[in-house]
């Protein structure tokens, strides 16, 4: 019994230190706990009604099919922490990239959550828009564009 507390005591004082390193990396990067917190809240009642609209349209309901949905959105919210470390990385100030990019990720999950609620209720399918992949696409554009100029003054610098 006095084991069991004490385990109890230092998981808290663990998940306690998490919280903090994690408050702390996000002020490094620039990023809005708060807003992000939104965002991992919206992909968690995602893929609750994605289940349960999988089941009310009498599909076979797979754990593996949701742990897999679970995985990719963890995947997506690196995407944020990558532009912020990039910026930092490159000397250069990518919050509003940032804020944009979990602003686009909030509001498709925020589609998804009503397209699954509207599909549960009414038993139909109903046509979605992935719009991550979109931003997904244009993100690598954008860094491509980024890369390709600095190798061209890379470039630049050798031929003086």
């Keep these: 019994m006095v084991d069991d507390m004490t ?44 289940a349960i609209k999988s089941m009310r349209l009498g599909d076979s309901f797979s754990f593996r099919k949701m742990l897999w949905g679970f995985i990719l959105k963890l995947c997506f919210l690196v995407v944020p922490l990558v532009i912020a470390l990039l910026g930092k990385a490159l ?17 498709a999950e925020a589609y998804s959550i009503i397209g699954n609620i509207y599909s549960a209720k009414n038993k139909k399918v109903v046509d979605r828009m992935d ?21 061209g003054k890379i470039e630049d610098f050798k031929k003086d």
Excluded at 91 to 107: C, K
Excluded at 131 to 144: D, G, Q
């Design 131 to 151: 719009v991550v992949s979109i931003m997904l696409i244009n993100l690598r554009k954008l860094l491509k564009k980024t890369l390709q100029g600095m190798l």
């Design 91 to 107: 000397g250069y100030n990518f919050n509003s990239v940032v804020s944009v990019t979990i602003s686009i990720l909030t509001v």
């Design 7 to 50: 385990n109890k005591t230092k998981i808290i004082k663990m998940l306690e230190k998490l919280k903090i390193l994690i408050y702390i990396v996000f002020a490094y990067l620039g990023i809005e706990v708060e807003t992000f917190m939104i965002l991992v809240i919206f992909m968690c009642i995602d893929s609750a009604l994605g």
